[in-house]
């Protein structure tokens, strides 16, 4: 199928200044009459036809300048509207269409949730509600006019601000016109009508005017949406003060819905949210339901600036917005809760999702060169490594000069549709920096791999540090250039004192720039032999092999000042640990105790005074970090029974502390989301965790008492997840309560869903199958095939790698039954795929005979085909 390449981009030979848009809602023929005022764009070819794109549409009528078109003049299809001789002056043309928003259901276009309408339109769906040119580098200004039965939708919420509504005469109708001032693409259009309850206050912004904010969720619902409105106003407010946007509508409008294909999406004022992402109170939501929503919220809004106000040319730069917009989040965040602690959680989140498709079939630069299908490079490369390109930028020019940068980025390209280039642009001008070899990490796909080794000279007092790196070939790139890899650094004496870094190489915040493929940095004034610590605050998105000793680590672990490296430290000693028992490589015993007795001391010192953190630094790398790091002939059954080794060998002997600390941290006061809370929190269930591990017997009788006592979501999901570990009675009996208990709360049984499907166990594909019939499963709903299928899939690496082929076959299955409804869904969740080729050759082999059974399908999306050819080639 078609192929779209960055470097075929050209302007448009059209563009559209205004659109009038008049919707009458209708369960199952909705009638769109747009009324566009477009004109010959003076970039685009003079001699042009005009093409409208279109999917799935019906036209029901066209006009020129007032003037119905003749047959011959225009050409309708199902996916483009064609004029061959348009005027050659600003003209203006009117266009109705039929749409089925009941018929539905791949979620994209004007569609229906829980008997509501809305729309989502990014990357490419406003095409499914009128002919039009459905490309980010078209802006227009939007009226919009919404019109419905009053008592099916009684709400009615378009982009920018309200400008009239009232009853239409005669009928039990009424309507809504809406314009937004600020031109705008078509993905960024929106419109809901439905029966909504709301909560909503006055924000006054910088300038001292005041805006009407509302979160709109299912009536009853209301007192489940106050977090997400105080995570609204915090992040208007955070975005003021630290990167100086001020909001520019009378209105900002979030509506939660229960049928999405992603999280959330920023419609120009008017967001529309996976209620997953809005709902939340301390009886169904975890402490982690409620930090993504803060997270997710606040993204959104962050989007009126970094994507709205300044949008993308073209898709190849969707990292513009999302990669900057995340970092954006991050950043929020790190400011609301604890930074050190946000970073780990960063980290892990790039390393669990991006590392992973980086070292796959499906890997991509940042800034992709060609794609077959738009909707599947929303990825954790274009977010999350996004998000790291410009945290690299930030940490090699400095605080100061990225602020000015940003600041000349969003003078010099408002209103406009923008590229990477206008991005470093503005960086390269406030610096007088080249950014040139920077932009490689745009262009340049796979994870470089940096190798460090240090040599001591007493007499000399110097130390060397030696620094090598590659990046391996990834699809379509087979030779790497060396990238230019921020490396933030300090030396540290064996006796926990910092040692300084002297190097004129060396920034005075503490960064070294490695940009060859090797290089060499000398520090002098070493007066003791130093552990070096590398890449603070994981400076760059890299992997690391460091010639350090578990010694060197533990030494780290214990007194690096930066908090990052201290809970690397510990982790790295316990992933040699765990490749070397899945691998049956000698490991010495001693090593396992040195751990687990550093942990021990970690935990009575410093469990106090930053729980949060401990509850990281006491967590042992995941399973599919493991096989990442093993790399080749994987056997996920020998990693699994080696973590498992590895957390009884650490639980037993940190048994006691951690029996202490489970008693000290209890409950007493009300709930709050607070992060100091939740950092207790975790930390005393991860001791719970740990404590199972050590004594399953002792762990199922905490659990349960857990289970039954807990005041929270939080605590009691942690001691079911606890439970789900533990085969037997107790288990299947504090599932079948949780089960009942919330039978009415489709987003609670999601997470009853997850836990299910992540046992590690036999019987689990038995367990999902029968759950698939349960009544609160939809095939239809993203969030139901996610939280059952897609954990499994995801979350599960033993039971989804089955030897015998049968995860990759349901999976498979359940693929091709999802494509013909929703195929964006249905080809997410064939992403689970993508670390096939790292298997050991039984499950490779059964891996790909699935893949190649779905590629056989005659009538597959081009969603799925496309991820399907690239994970097989
Ligand atoms: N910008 C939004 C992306 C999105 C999306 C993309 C494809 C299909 C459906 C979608 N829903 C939302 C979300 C964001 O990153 O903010
Ligand atoms: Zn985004």
Redesign the pocket.
């Known amino acids: 199928s078609h192929i779209v390449r960055l470097k075929d981009y050209r302007p448009s030979d059209f563009l559209i200044d205004r659109v009038e848009l008049d919707v009458r809602l209708d369960p199952r023929a909705t009638r769109v009459t747009a009324t566009l005022s477009l004109r010959p764009n003076p970039k685009g070819r003079p001699d042009a036809p005009l093409v409208l794109d279109g999917d799935e549409l019906v036209l029901k009528g066209l006009s020129l300048d007032g003037r119905a078109l003749p047959a011959g003049e225009f050409e309708a299809g199902p996916q483009a509207l064609t004029i061959s001789q348009p005027p050659r002056q600003p003209f203006t043309l009117t266009v109705e269409t039929e749409i089925d928003p009941t018929a539905n259901t791949k979620l994209?276009g004007l569609y229906r949730s829980g008997g509501n309408y809305c729309t989502?339109c990014?990357?490419d769906g406003f095409r499914r509600i009128t002919y039009f040119l459905d490309r980010p580098d078209v802006l227009s200004v939007y009226t919009t006019r919404i019109e419905a039965d009053r008592d099916e939708a009684p709400v009615l919420l378009g982009n920018g601000n309200p400008v009239e509504r009232g009853a239409v005469a005669g009928t039990n109708r009424h309507y809504a016109v809406w314009h937004d001032p600020y031109p705008k693409p078509s993905y960024l259009f929106a419109l809901v009508g439905g029966r909504l309850g709301h909560v909503g206050k006055t924000f006054v912004t910088m300038s001292g005017r005041p805006v009407r904010l509302k979160v709109y969720v299912e009536p009853g619902k209301e007192d489940r949406a106050g977090y997400a409105l105080d995570a609204l106003e915090r992040s208007m407010r955070w975005d003021e003060k630290v990167f100086g946007r001020e909001y520019d509508l009378d209105e900002f409008n979030i509506v939660a819905v229960s049928d999405f294909?992603?999280?959330?999406?920023?419609n120009k004022g008017l967001n529309i949210f996976n209620d997953k992402y809005v709902l939340a109170s301390p009886e169904t939501a975890t402490d982690a339901d409620y930090a993504n929503i803060e997270a997710i919220i606040a993204?959104?809004y962050f989007?009126n600036w970094s994507g709205n106000r300044v949008t993308c040319r073209d898709w190849f730069q969707l990292c513009l917005k999302?990669g900057l917009?995340v970092f954006r989040d991050q950043e929020f965040s790190s400011d609301e809760r604890s930074r050190p602690v946000h970073r780990i959680a960063e980290v892990k989140t790039l390393r669990a999702r991006q590392f992973p498709e980086d070292a796959s079939p499906l890997a991509h630069p940042v800034r992709p060169q060609q794609y077959r299908e738009i909707?599947n490079f929303?990825t954790a490369t274009v977010y999350e490594k996004g998000a790291e390109i410009v945290r690299m930028l930030k940490t090699l020019i400095g605080d100061e000069d990225f602020r000015r940068g940003m600041d000349l980025y969003f003078e010099r390209c408002d209103g406009t549709a923008a590229t990477v280039e206008d991005f470093l642009d503005a960086f390269a001008t406030v610096t007088g920096r080249d950014l040139g070899h920077f932009a490689r990490w745009y262009a340049q796909a796979g994870t470089p791999r940096v190798t460090v080794g240090g040599t001591y000279d007493a007499a000399a007092q110097t130390y060397r540090l030696d620094f090598a790196q590659s990046t391996p070939p990834t699809p379509g790139q087979p030779q790497k250039e060396p990238m230019a890899i921020p490396v933030r650094l300090g030396l540290v004496a064996r006796d926990g004192t910092a040692l300084p870094a002297r190097s004129e190489r060396v920034s005075p915040q503490g960064v070294f720039l490695f940009d060859k493929a090797q290089d060499s940095l000398v520090f002098t004034g070493v007066t003791s032999p130093p552990v070096p610590s590398l890449f603070r605050d994981f400076s760059a998105p890299v992997r690391t092999s460091l010639d350090l000793t578990d010694e060197d680590l533990l030494v780290l672990l214990r007194h690096d000042t930066d908090a990052f490296n201290r809970w690397q430290a510990g982790q790295t000693v316990a992933m040699r640990l765990l490749v070397a028992l899945a691998t049956g490589a000698a490991a010495p015993d001693g090593n396992f105790d040195a751990l687990a007795q550093a942990l021990r001391d970690f935990v009575i010192r410093d469990a106090e005074r930053d729980p949060a953190f401990a509850a990281l630094v006491l967590t042992l790398p995941g399973e599919s970090d493991v096989a990442q790091e093993i790399g080749a002939d994987v056997d996920p059954d020998a990693i699994h029974r080696a973590r498992r080794e590895l957390r009884r060998i650490v639980a037993t002997v940190c048994r006691d502390a951690l029996a202490d600390i489970y008693d000290r941290f209890a409950e007493t006061g009300p709930y709050s989301p607070d992060a100091a809370s939740a950092g207790r929190r975790a930390l005393r269930n991860v001791c719970l965790d740990l404590l199972a591990a050590a004594d399953a017997g002792l762990g199922e009788r905490m659990a349960s008492a857990q289970f039954e006592a807990a005041s929270n979501m939080t605590d009691r999901l942690a001691a079911l997840g606890v439970l789900t570990t533990l085969p037997g009675a107790a288990r299947e009996d504090a599932l079948a309560a949780f089960g009942e208990r919330y039978a009415g709360e489709p987003l609670v049984l999601d997470k009853w869903f997850t836990l299910q499907a992540s046992i590690q166990e036999d019987g689990t594909l038995q367990r999902i199958r029968s759950l698939m019939e349960h009544p609160a499963f939809s095939i239809g709903n993203p969030n139901r095939v996610r939280s059952l299928v897609g954990s499994f899939a995801m979350l599960n690496p033993t039971q989804f790698n089955r030897p015998d082929g049968q995860g990759y076959d349901f999976v498979a299955d359940v693929v091709l039954r999802v494509d013909p409804l929703n195929p964006?869904v249905a080809a997410r969740l064939l992403t689970a795929f993508a670390t096939w080729r790292i298997m050991e050759e039984g499950r490779r082999n059964r891996a790909c005979e699935a893949l190649r059974r779905i590629a056989e399908n005659a009538s597959l999306s081009r969603d799925v085909a496309d991820i399907v050819h690239r994970s097989l080639e």
């Open positions: 994209m989502q990014e990357a294909n992603m999280g959330a999406m920023e993204h959104e989007h999302e917009t909707n929303y964006q």
